[in-house]
């Protein structure tokens, strides 16, 4: 391969420090995940939807650059490196779209690195890759000073950057593409539609442009850099929202209107799907699989794709969307190798889980919060009163009270002590007189850190539940339940029954609410076993959705 040379092979000497996992498991019936012991633990699974048994490994790492570092140590694991290596801003995604396939071309390597500081696990790969010389991307506001020092202790950096992501993306390109017959054309304003681009162009041997995809045309520029490079056909990356119908009709004049190819789906995977099956076909033995609502773990993983002719797919963080479970589940595949920890792609996603409504509020798995609400006239089927010590006559779906029985006796047996339940199922008219009263009598500042808006409470659900500790000496209330044996043992095993601490200590500006140690919430056991290996402390974090602190 251009630009390889022989180097001394240190890469496992780098692994167990880093937390890195390169790893695989072999083909096993599927069974529920057991919780990891770190972020970078895999579990031997096999989806149950391919008819044939395909191997599901992992590349992952501690975080985003120690994921980098895991792709690195995968695409050069030695004695070969790369001549040269690009260091690329992990907070943003415009510079490391384009440089992907700008260093697959030039046979070079990728690794991120914080904007500020070089994480000393870039810095040790770095020293293992041992470069002629390292190409930090983008401007000092994107890579500062200080990082290129840094690295120029390792290696000569050369810097290139230009005044902003369109002028860094065309220089890019210049330094590596003297011609380019295909070049993929996506937005450099938002990165779902453009990370399966970087694999697909890397093993083409074209450049990816970032453009202004909203505007009515191409800027002479990137016109410019299009004739320059002689290029003959483009692929738009994206539907019309993002690269517009008047660039797509500027380009077709400029080259041809058969010249002219959109890779587009119905959302971000299909579109992954479409750019991946359009580049690759539909019998590739092995796929990469990388988070869809996060752009690093793609886009550390570019050169690996792009040097072995790998096709990448995206996923929810929690389960695979329709249109990826189907592709995904092709005799074809033997190995999904799936990029980041089970924070970025749960063990569903291994399994390649269906997804269930987020939204629809008789759904497993719906998140309600200051962003989400349900119709304040949905009542939920099958309500019943749980066969466990109750402070009233309290109701649940009759799910979620078959799994707080077996929570109950699991506590009990434990001989942690025994818990009751204080609250259930409440119509919307009972949340609106709990919060007008709080409002009343605490302000609304307060009420709004403890108690749920009518259509906004996870209690009109049928699916929270809030306990209380029996017999506990120290704790005679509901709002002591975390200082008690009965709510660390209920904290640490509730996943175990189907249950979560919803709003966990520390976690407001997530949730919006205050610590509640008595609240839990039924999920089911698949979702809140896959929940707890992920590591992440909120639904809105591990189904990669936004913050609501607010309504």
Request: some cysteine; aromatic content about 6%.
């Amino acid at each position: 391969m251009l630009g390889l040379r022989p180097r001394a092979a240190t890469a496992l000497a780098l692994l167990a420090g880093a937390g890195i996992v390169l790893a695989a498991s072999a083909p096993a019936q599927a069974e529920r995940p057991a919780v990891p012991t770190s972020l970078g633990s895999t579990q031997p699974v096999t989806s149950t939807v391919s008819p044939a048994a395909a191997t599901t490994e992992r590349i992952s790492g501690a975080d985003r650059y120690a994921t980098s570092v895991a792709a690195s140590l995968a695409t050069f694991p030695g004695p070969d490196t790369p001549d040269v290596v690009y260091l690329v801003a992990g907070e943003n995604f415009p510079d490391a779209i384009v440089a992907g396939p700008v260093a697959a071309a030039a046979g070079g390597g990728l690794l991120l690195t914080a904007s500020r500081s070089l994480p000393r696990v870039v810095a040790d790969e770095l020293r293992r890759l041992d470069p002629d010389r390292i190409v930090v991307v983008g401007g000092t506001s994107a890579i500062s000073s200080s990082v290129a020092r840094a690295a120029d202790a390792i290696a000569p950096v050369e810097r290139i950057g230009g005044a902003d992501r369109y002028a860094t993306a065309e220089l890019l390109v210049r330094s590596v593409f003297s011609s380019a017959d295909t070049v993929f054309v996506a937005t450099g304003a938002s990165f779902p539609d453009a990370l399966a681009a970087g694999p697909a162009a890397g093993s083409a041997g074209a450049p990816v442009l970032i453009v202004r995809g909203n505007g009515s045309r191409l800027d002479r520029t990137a016109l410019r850099l299009l004739r320059d490079l002689g290029t003959t056909s483009v692929v738009l990356v994206g539907g019309t929202s993002v690269v517009s119908r008047g660039i797509a009709s500027q380009l077709g004049s400029e080259l041809g209107s058969s010249q002219v190819e959109r890779a587009a789906g119905a959302d971000r995977y299909a579109t992954a799907r479409a750019i991946s099956e359009s580049a690759f076909g539909t019998s590739a033995p092995r796929v990469l699989i990388a988070s869809g609502t996060s752009f690093a773990d793609a886009l550390s993983i570019s050169v690996l794709a792009a040097r072995e002719n790998l096709p990448l797919y995206l996923s929810l963080p929690y389960c695979a969307p329709s249109s990826v479970r189907s592709a995904l589940g092709s005799s074809a595949i033997t190995t999904r190798t799936l990029v980041g920890g089970p924070g970025a792609l749960s063990p569903g996603v291994e399994r390649l889980e269906q997804c269930r409504s987020l939204s629809s509020a008789s759904s497993l798995w719906v998140l309600v919060n200051k962003r989400n609400g349900i119709p304040t006239s949905y009542v939920p089927s099958s309500l019943r009163r749980p066969s466990i010590p109750s402070s009233g006559s309290y109701l649940l779906r009759s799910d979620a009270a078959a799994a707080l029985e077996r929570m109950y006796s699991g506590v009990r047996a434990a001989g942690a002590g025994s818990v009751g339940l204080t609250s259930g199922y409440r119509p919307a008219s009972s949340q609106a007189a709990i919060y007008n009263n709080a409002v009343r009598t605490r302000g609304q500042t307060y009420a709004d850190l403890y108690v749920a808006r009518p259509g906004h409470s996870e209690h009109q659900t049928g699916l929270a539940a809030d306990l209380y500790p029996i017999g506990a000496s120290n704790c005679g209330s509901y709002t002591c339940l975390g200082a008690t044996r009965q709510g660390r043992w209920l904290a640490a095993n509730s996943w175990k029954y189907g249950y979560i601490l919803r709003y966990e200590s520390g976690m407001t500006s997530v949730t919006g609410y205050e610590y509640e140690s008595w609240h839990f919430r039924y999920v089911g056991e698949t979702l809140a076993a896959d929940y707890a290996a992920s590591g992440r402390r909120t639904l809105e974090q591990f189904y990669g959705q936004p913050a609501a602190p607010r309504y």
